[in-house]
């Protein structure tokens, strides 16, 4: 079995930070980077194939402040890549569509009034992308989780704030009926294990609808 050995430069002034990784099923390896090319920070989202052959790469817009938080590959080998863009004050929550030959074939914007910090990010059988995160509500972090179809379409939002403290959005999965379980962090307060955080799994079937929370 060999190894190829994919050797890559930056200037330095465009140096990134530690990456977002995948693979897909036919061990193609994604990658989403942040840089700073001295005035913007921007992503760069690369397709490396299993023999580590550079297939392509899409830079986002150097002239907008965006970051990336999270990326998910979709049953046709597109990939999803959550971000963050700076609008003005303001931190937007922006998906990027990738195809699998690396044409960026949409973008989505969730713009309310509050900062969206995406945290994990996936893909169901059907193509459907959920995307998990946190906003800020007073002085408390709270978790959201977000839908969109295989084309961008907006599908629904929800929100778990657990109202005693902080609670964040660490993953995201998703079974075959599309039932999305979002693991969380949430602060406990006025009980046995005040002080700390618990994990709780919240349960959303596809319609949105909270099922559970455990």
């Not at 049953?75 to 999803?80: E, L, N, T, V």
């Not at 998703?174 to 006025?190: C, K, P, R």
Request: hydrophobic share 35%; proline share 2%; charged share 15%.
């Amino acid at each position: 079995m060999g190894f190829a050995l994919l050797l890559v430069s930056w200037p330095l002034a465009a140096q990134p930070e530690p990456q977002l990784n995948a693979a897909d099923s036919a061990g193609n390896f994604y990658s989403a980077m942040n840089f700073f090319n001295g005035t913007f920070e921007y992503i760069q989202v690369r397709k490396t194939s299993s023999n580590g052959s550079l297939l392509w790469t899409q830079n986002s817009r150097s002239t907008a402040n965006q970051r990336a938080g999270a990326m998910a590959i979709d049953p046709s080998g597109g990939i999803a890549v959550a971000t963050v863009r700076r609008d003005n004050d303001r931190r937007v929550l922006v998906l990027l569509h990738y195809t699998s030959q690396g044409l960026c074939d949409w973008e989505r914007r969730y713009n309310d009034s509050a900062d969206n910090i995406p945290t994990a990010a996936i893909s169901d059988q059907t193509g459907n992308i959920y995307v998990a995160g946190n906003t800020t509500r007073g002085r408390n972090k709270v978790a959201r989780l977000w839908k969109y179809d295989a084309l961008g379409s907006f599908a629904w939002m929800r929100e778990y704030d657990n109202g005693s403290g902080n609670t964040y959005a660490r993953q995201i999965q998703v079974d075959t009926a599309s039932n999305a379980v979002l693991s969380v962090e949430s602060f406990q307060s006025q009980t046995a294990t005040s002080g700390q955080y618990a994990l709780r799994l919240l349960v959303f079937d596809k319609d949105g609808y909270q099922v559970s929370i455990q």
